[in-house]
């Protein structure tokens, strides 16, 4: 089962694979950081982040730079 890993800060970061429970069938074992809630499509520009119970899509800071 493809499961939605996050970073410490909740950001989405990638898709990976939970395993079935060898105890268990009817369980799975859903690694630390993951949710099973597919993220929404985001552009160049922003971010995916799991809240309490939801994604958020939020803009991604821009840096600027020191004046010279």
């Known amino acids: 089962m ?3 890993q996050t ?3 909740g950001v989405y ?3 990976t ?3 079935q429970d060898p105890l268990d069938s009817t369980n799975w074992l859903i690694p630390a950081g993951c ?3 597919a993220p929404p499509t985001v552009n160049d520009m922003q971010l995916a982040k799991w809240g309490d119970t939801e994604w ?3 803009d991604i800071p821009v840096v600027e730079s020191d004046p010279e």
């Open 7 to 9: 970073d410490l800060n």
């Open 35 to 37: 949710v099973e809630t």
């Open 2 to 4: 493809n499961v939605y």
């Open 13 to 15: 970061v990638g898709i």
């Open 17 to 19: 694979t939970a395993d």
């Open 56 to 58: 958020v899509v939020e």
